[in-house]
């Protein structure tokens, strides 16, 4: 593990190249803005505009069972999404 942190990309002699931890840091920073953006839109942005779209159509008890079983739905992908991530992080050796 420790001569796969020493190598480069041929980057310069003082330090400029990009390791492969680096390369580690940029994916781990990629998988967690996908996360933090699903949580985002999965349990924020579109609940809200759930609650205004049925706040007019259906009953508060009919709507806060829908936006509640969204809720849920939506944490149990994400809650999957993140296993899946964090197995495919062992898979690039």
């Known amino acids: 593990m420790g001569d796969r942190?020493?190598?480069?990309?041929g980057g310069g002699a003082r330090g400029r190249g990009r390791t492969a931890g680096s390369a580690g840091w940029v994916t781990?920073?990629?998988?967690?803005?996908?996360?933090?953006a699903g949580s985002y839109v999965g349990?924020?942005?579109l609940p809200d505009r759930l609650v205004?779209?049925?706040?007019?159509?259906?009953?508060?008890?009919?709507r806060d069972t829908?936006?509640?079983l969204w809720v849920i739905l939506v944490f149990v992908l994400l809650s999957w999404g993140?296993?899946?991530?964090?197995r495919g992080r062992g898979r690039t050796r």
């Not at 942190?5 to 990309?9: G, K, N, P, Q, S």
């Not at 781990?28 to 933090?36: C, E, I, N, Y």
């Not at 205004?52 to 009919?62: A, W």
């Open 5 to 9: 942190l020493a190598r480069t990309d």
């Open 28 to 36: 781990a920073l990629t998988r967690a803005g996908v996360v933090l």
């Open 43 to 45: 349990l924020l942005l």
């Open 52 to 62: 205004v779209y049925l706040s007019t159509r259906v009953g508060p008890d009919v």
């Open 66 to 68: 829908i936006v509640l």
């Open 82 to 86: 993140l296993v899946a991530l964090q």
